[in-house]
């Protein structure tokens, strides 16, 4: 097992705008699990999620399709 | 620096002081005081060169987070664009009482500090902001000089998070000192989208000295981790005492000097309520990161809660939870759903529930919220409330017994 | 081929309310944060921005046929200043000020990431104004106002948009543990008896 490749990309929640709505979970469930309150646990905790090469473009279907833009991609 | 520098001013020289009384070191708080015992502000010499000597220096930020405070200065100088330079006595920790004393005692030393940096980085604003016991004694503070009349002087609310920097920028911008989201540095970006320089009031008031009197003389005192001094606010019941003492004296000595008996007490907790509980020998370590690191623990911005002798650690960490539940602003979701089950978890702890599981619920609670918020409250209250569980381990085990070894009741 | 054309006119005009209910329905599930239909959130979310976008090429070309209809009548300004047509002026120009709402409602919510949330939900909330305006358009210009089948849809539309919107003002709507920014909290006792202790 290779670690994926990165596609340089960073994701960054926005914690005072997310609002659990809990689609980018849906969409990147590799990356995302969701809390017991609905918000998204990144695998590695913290606020930002460093995208793998190959999720790059659910990572940015994620950032569109939040209702609340609480989602960058950076 | 050596007495053959000494500055000369109106005929007599001054000399730079010796002790530990540095920032408290004029007999008043009015100018003329200031000016007898300081001297006037030194001249201009560039911003490269100020960014130099303070990190000669090694001036670390007093407002917790111990920063570097050259490589802050160097980043907002790096933008290019002329910024803005807050000086921030918010002091939002309740136990605090060092930065409201500097503004009383020393209100020339932050003016200084404030005038200085703005005027070496071309700063185009510079903001004063604090809490409304402070603002006469600042405001007669600022007509007292010529050259204060440009400084922006804000009243901020008494809350925990509204000393955040973000909070404090979103203060001044829209009147609400609540923490906001920040990818980039607000040394990149932040009141107006400019670059922004938020500095602890005593973090300006050691460069006012530093810029007087050079680095050599700031690391004259002071272990060679943590030179300079600082001040300490020591809590003991409702009683707080600040201290100006050298970087790295020890724990118990500060103690002492804020009037605790070093023997009479039980623990202490060292940086306020975002800071470490610490026990036993951890009260003869010195007071500097290097010093308190093996007991988890760092200066921060001073504070030193005593836990006297006969009292419960855990009641008392419950009850700070849950204050700080209560101070969360509320807007973020792990933030605002999670500290109240800590607090609810912490609570039960203290209250000697039965419940052998709540300390694993603890550390899963406090792991769930740390660093997911838009500023460390999470984070320090996880780390608080962590500490108690490893510092006052032995209890934990009888609590769950429903006994408790140090409070008879 | 004008008849062909007042078809087509009509045609398009119907399935555009009917799309417009749909993303109003689908709208309303995106804000409650829940699946819906079988479909995850973000699909929901999708299939409402979709619906949206197929509604509005729907009204072009309702509208476009419209103006090479000689019974309407129209010209151009009429398409964005309402109530100065000479067909039926009246129910002619809701259908102008609900493209007027339709045009601000999409190109705010295509560039939300720049003209910020807040402007994006105020603007938004027209969504709510557009699609009685729609509706009672259809009903006063229609040729097929009274026809059985038209009522039967219409009312349909209308009652899944009544109860959705019932919905939306319930308190069952709100999911719990949700963060509003402006949530207030006094500040405890500790901080109070501490603060006001005077400090020298
Ligand atoms: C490309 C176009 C559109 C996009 C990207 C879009 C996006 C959205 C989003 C993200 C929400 C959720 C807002 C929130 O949670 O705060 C929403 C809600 C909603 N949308 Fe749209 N929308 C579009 C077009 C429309 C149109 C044309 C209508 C009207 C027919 C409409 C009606 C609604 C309604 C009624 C809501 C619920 C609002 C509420 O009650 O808060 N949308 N839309
Ligand atoms: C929850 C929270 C509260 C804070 N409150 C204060 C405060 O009251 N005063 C302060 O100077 N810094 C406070 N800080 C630290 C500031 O964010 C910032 O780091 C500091 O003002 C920078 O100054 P310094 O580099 O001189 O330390 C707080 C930080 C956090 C996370
Ligand atoms: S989609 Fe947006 S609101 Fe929903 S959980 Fe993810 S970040 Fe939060
Ligand atoms: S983490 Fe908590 S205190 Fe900090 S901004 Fe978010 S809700 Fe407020």
Redesign the interface.
Known sequence: MSTPTRSGKVL?????????????T??LPELLRS?????P?PAG???DVAIPAHLAAAAR??VG?C???AL?L? | MTMVDAHVQGGHAITPPTGTARLLAADDPAHAAHLARFGALPGRRGADAVIAELERAGLAGRGGAAFPTWRKLAAAAQSGRSGVIIANGSEGEPLSAKDSTLLHRSPHLVLDGLLLVAAELGAAEAHLVTTSAQLAPIRRAMDQRADAGGIRLHETHDRFVAGEASAVVNGIERGRAIPRDHVVRLTASGLGRRPTLVLNVETLAHIALVLRFGADWFRSIGSSDDPGTRLFTVVRGGERAVVEAAGGTLLSAVLRAGGADPARVRAVLVGGFHGAWVTGDAIDAPMSPAGLAPFGASPGAGILMVLPRGECGLARTAQITAYLAEQSAGQCGPCANGLPEIAEAMGRVGRRDRNSSLPRQLRELTALVTGRGACHHPDGTARMVLSALDAFDHDLRAHARGLCQEAAA | MNEALWALGRGTGVVALVLLTVTVVLGILTRSGRPAFGLPRFAVTLVHRNSALIGAVFVLIHVVTLLFDPYAQLNAVDFFVPFLGSYHPFWLGLGTVGLDLLIAILVTALLRRWIGQRVFRVVHWAAYALWPIALFHSFGTGTDAGAPLFILLAVACSAVVVGAVIWRTTTAFQLRNRTTPDRRIEPSRIAADQKTKELR
Not at chain 1, 14 to 20: F, G, I, L, S, V
Not at chain 1, 35 to 39: E, L, N, V
């Open positions: 960054h929640i926005d914690w005072t705008r997310c609002d659990a709505r809990g689609s980018c849906e969409l809390d017991p309150w609905g918000y646990l905790g913290g606020s279907d994620a399709l209702p609340v833009l960058r950076s």
